[in-house]
Each structure stands twice: as C-alpha cells, then as structure tokens.
C-alpha cells in the first residue's frame, strides 16, 4: 500500500505537465486513483456508496470504504452494469458497478482530471463497454483539448489530444478502434465554427474529417459539411458508416444525417413540418437513441414549447437514421422543471416517460401512454430532489433515474427492477 499511495502522490505532482505535453506522448499510462472520505467536499454530499478497490494479483485482499458523492449523470451498459460520476471541487470522479450498484469501483483517471461544468454522456464521456471508455475535456492555459482512453475498465488512463481547445459537442464510438468528436468555437449569435475529427486507433490518433469555417465561401469551400448556422445539440453514431447531428437556431431543430464515417453530410429535408405545429414557438430535437436490438432503428424525441410549457413527439427510423417518420404521441402539456425530459425507448416500440411523479408506458412506439401505479418512494423522493437529471432504462426490466435538490447540491439514484413500478436507492 506505501508504494501505491508514492505513486498516487507522484501522478498528482506531474500530471499537469503530463496534460500540456500529451500531444507528444501518446502512451502516457495514468493508474485510476484511490479516493478516501476525507477527500469529498462536504458541501457536495449526496448517496452513500459503497466502494471496492480494484483487486490486482499483489493485493489479494479488497479493501472497501464508503464515500458520500454527490452525482453527476450515470450511464447504463446492461441489467447490472453502469457507470456513474460527479465532480467534487471541479476534480472528474467516475464509478462503475457490475452487481445493480451493490459495490461500486472507483475508476477515476487521476484526481485533478478537472471540469468547468458537469459532464455529460455523450459529449464528455462515452463507454463502448465495461472496459473500453474515453473522457474529453479541455485543458485550461492550453491550446489543446485532451482526450483520455482506457482498454481495461479504467485501471489504466491513456492520453491523446486534439489540436485546438475548442467546445466539445459530441464523442461517439461504434467501435473499440473507430469513434468521432464533434467540436466547435467562435460561437455566436445561432452560429459556429464546427470540427469532426475521427479516429481508427482507438483514440490515439485524431484526423480532422471536416470544417465548417464559417466564411462567406463557406458553402462553397465545404458543400457537404454540417451547416455554420445553428448550435450543435447532440451526435450520434449507428455504425462506422452512419450518424446524425442534431442543431438548433432560432428555435427551429434541424437534422443533419451522414452516409460515409462524417466526411460529407446533408440536411434530412421536410423533417418537421412547421404548418402543423404553428402552437410550438421552439422546436428541439433530442438526443438520438439507437436502439439494442437492432442498429437499424432509433428515436428522437422532439419538444414543442409554448411558454412555459411543452409537449413531446418523436421520430423513428429503421434505416440507421436516414430517413425519419414522425410519430404524434398521446402524451399531454408538461410543466416545471423537468417539462424538456425526454422519453426513452429500448425498441422500436416499448418506452417511458416521466411526468410529474408518474411514470407513462408504451408498447405501440408512443402511439399510447399508460400511467403505471404511483411509486410512493418516486413520488418521496422526487418532492425531496425536484430536479430529475436523467432516466434511462436498459430493459423492460431495468432502469436508472438521477434527482438533485440543486440548492442544497445533492443527488440521489435510483434503480428499478420492474419496468418502473418501483424504485429504491441504490
């Protein structure tokens, strides 16, 4: 244990140096660090969860603790395996379980690995799998955005970068070797500069597939690149070929599909009809889900807002996201803090919603909605942490919520193991 906390305390003092020089080094291995309770910030608290440190063959024994963590977003990788994070003094903590959050291991790839704000799934942090996972962030007094990469659930971080520190928009993989990150800079007034970079190593090397430069000629110097205009909302890709991007400008959503791994992209044209939905002043496009079964199908959910309220529609695909059908859902006006909550699907026909403290399911692709009885835990908890970051489920069985009271900076994650009838802490 001396000579694991030694080189704990000889990582902290290099890894800045280690961050500014990664484009040099592209096989720097950074061990994921140990967390003790003393080190969490204490106005930061949330759940208690129950820790197991990473067992090598030198240690047979597994040391456990707990921490009081207060969390971030989660991501779940099948019925009993799922990732979940947070920042405690800006420092990223990431956690993963393999037993429903029983016990969880800290994976974190090194203590001051730091973020401005919380960090997403998706556009900070992606998992293929439980073992293969990345984390972008920009450095700050660099020119530089960095990306982090592990091939064994975390035990080892290695650390690439991209040549400018821009905003990150989106990262995606489909595989262990091929993934994209979609940036962009000079954002202003609904416009932006946007960069694609792919990469067929698995992270270690970034090629810049496309540019948008927002100059007059823009149109003309790159045709096929995904438009100056409107802000980046979400990317996704199906395979190593397909993938969208979702934008938004003026409160009008717009869907840009590719064909051939990002080099060249187009407009899905007529996507939203805007004669039938004259009601909606802003109109915004989801996140992308592709579902388990099938890389062929997927959904996007689509927001009409109308002040201070807002109603939830959808797009299905079945052709890996190039061409849509709208579908109107029988779903009723939403309200308050959570009214922009988008629906999940894990097929092309079963899904869930949350409304209020009530959960809605469909089994004919949200043609339907029925209430499922009242969680009285849900309902609790949900008047104790009113703010509801995220739900996701993996199954028709298995499901995560994240709540936060974001005045008193707390967290709480659920889990149900019956399609949503019930919930508890994990």
Not at 17 to 42: H, I, Y
Not at 58 to 77: A, N, P, S, V
Not at 196 to 205: I, M, P, S, V
Not at 379 to 399: A, C, D, L, R, W
């Amino acid at each position: 244990m001396k000579s694991h906390k030694h080189i704990y305390l000889t990582i902290t003092i290099i890894l800045g140096l280690l961050l500014t020089a990664c484009s040099n080094n592209k096989n720097v291995v950074l061990d994921a660090q140990p967390l003790q309770q003393a080190q969490e910030d204490p106005t930061e608290l949330g759940q208690t969860l129950n820790v197991v440190t990473v067992s090598t063959p030198e240690e047979q024994e597994q040391e456990q603790y707990q921490i009081q963590t207060r969390l971030l977003g989660f991501h779940l990788l099948n019925e009993t395996t799922g990732l979940a994070w947070g920042l405690t003094r800006n420092s990223f903590r990431i956690y993963t379980t393999e037993d429903h959050g029983g016990n969880w291991v800290n994976i974190s790839p090194a203590a001051n690995v730091q973020f401005a704000s919380s960090p997403k799934y998706g556009k900070d942090v992606f998992f293929l799998d439980k073992n293969h996972g990345w984390v972008v962030r920009n450095v700050k007094g660099t020119q530089e955005t960095v990306v982090l990469r592990t091939s064994n659930g975390g035990l080892h971080w290695k650390i690439s970068s991209l040549p400018k520190s821009d905003d990150i928009k989106g990262i995606s993989f489909t595989s262990t070797k091929r993934g994209w990150i979609l940036t962009s800079s000079d954002s202003s007034m609904g416009k932006e500069e946007k960069y694609l970079y792919r990469t067929d190593d698995g992270g270690a090397n970034w090629t810049k597939i496309m540019q948008n430069t927002g100059s007059r000629n823009a149109s003309k110097d790159t045709p096929f690149a995904i438009s100056y205009q409107g802000n980046v909302m979400d990317m996704s890709f199906v395979d190593s070929l397909h993938g969208v991007v979702t934008l938004q400008d003026e409160g009008m959503a717009t869907l840009y599909t590719t064909k051939d791994a990002g080099n060249s992209w187009v407009s899905a044209p007529n996507l939203i009809d805007r004669s039938k939905m004259v009601v909606c002043r802003s109109l915004t496009l989801g996140n992308p889900q592709f579902t388990l079964e099938s890389s062929n199908h997927g959904f996007i959910p689509l927001a009409c807002t109308d002040g201070n309220r807002t109603k939830l529609n959808g797009y299905f695909t079945s052709d890996k996201g190039v061409t849509w059908k709208f579908t109107p859902f029988d779903l009723g006006w939403s309200t308050g803090p959570n009214q922009m909550l988008n629906p999940i699907f894990i097929n092309q026909q079963e899904g869930w919603y949350l409304q209020g403290s009530t959960i809605y399911h469909t089994m004919n692709q949200g043609k339907n909605w029925n209430a499922l009885p009242v969680s009285r835990n849900l309902q609790e908890y949900i008047e104790t942490y009113p703010s509801v970051v995220k739900m996701e489920f993996i199954s028709s069985k298995t499901g995560w919520i994240l709540l936060e009271n974001k005045e008193t900076k707390r967290s709480l994650l659920l889990q149900t193991l019956n399609g949503g009838m019930s919930w508890k802490v994990l």
